[in-house]
């Protein structure tokens, strides 16, 4: 990890970035969007090697990072269709990061975070390949400091976040920290049982507005915050900062 600017910590190269994970090899696939053409190198076939090697048996997380799932795909679409020339942009839990790529790739100026090291090295080594200027930074939604540093965003993006209980708390705590006014939080889901529960939650501080994608199972919730009131009922961060 050669260098720092900002606080954010930028990544070397692929090579041995899935290694620390378990992953091995690496596969290549190309996205088409609005904006034009994505290249992505990738762990090869990750979920097979997540189920055939049981990863997550110890209780940590297996490298979910390492697959472009649905909801990104179908998220960078909706970013590559938006116009976000010289917009701010975050995104949380990026994994191969391919929204933030959408967002570049039209022009806005992107953070792409998430808490795995394998997530942003892959993500630094795309923007690369893509000719595109992407910063990445480590950041865990219950320690996100990185993101809130930057706040207020124009836009946040996530995509298949909701899919444990576990850690939500944190993401609900730190979303409505991070837009303000016309700023806006897409996230997209693939029907994950705890997605219904966690955009209820979000409609105490935001307007959630949701929208089908060209994916049957993958929705698209679009929050915009709520006018600040005397009572603004933003929750304590889950690390007890506020
Ligand atoms: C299912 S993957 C989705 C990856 C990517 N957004 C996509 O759609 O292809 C979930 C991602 O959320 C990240 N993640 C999960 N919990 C997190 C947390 N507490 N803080 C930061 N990132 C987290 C994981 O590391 C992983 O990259």
Excluded: K
Aim: hydrophobic letters at 45%; glycine letters at 10%; aromatic letters at 6%.
């Amino acid at each position: 990890m050669p260098s720092a600017a900002r606080g954010f910590t930028l990544y070397g190269d692929v090579p041995g970035a899935a290694a620390p994970s378990g992953l091995v090899g690496v596969s290549h696939s190309a996205v088409d969007l609005p904006t034009g053409r994505i290249e992505l190198v990738h762990p090869r076939d990750a979920l097979e090697q997540i189920y055939e090697q049981n990863f997550g048996w110890g209780g940590t997380e297996p490298p979910y990072w390492a697959q472009p799932w649905p909801s990104g795909i179908e998220l960078a679409d909706a970013v590559a269709r938006a116009d976000l020339s010289g917009a701010r942009v975050l995104e949380l839990g990026c994994g191969l990061a391919l929204p933030s790529l959408a967002a570049a790739q039209g022009g806005a100026r992107v953070l792409a975070t998430d808490r795995a090291p394998g997530a942003l090295a892959f993500a630094a080594h795309n923007a690369r390949r893509n000719g595109l200027r992407l910063e990445v930074a480590q950041c865990d939604w219950s320690d996100p400091w990185s993101a809130i540093a930057g706040a207020p965003w124009d836009l946040v993006l996530a995509a298949d976040v909701l899919y444990l209980h576990d850690g939500l708390d944190a993401l609900d705590a730190l979303l409505p920290r991070l837009v303000l006014g016309s700023g806006e939080v897409w996230l997209s889901d693939q029907g994950r049982p705890p997605a219904r529960d966690f955009l209820a939650r979000c409609e105490r501080w935001s307007t959630v507005s949701t929208t089908g994608t060209d994916h049957p199972e993958v929705s698209l919730h679009r929050l915009r915050r709520h006018a600040v009131t005397t009572c603004d009922p933003v929750p304590a961060l889950v690390n007890g900062r506020s």
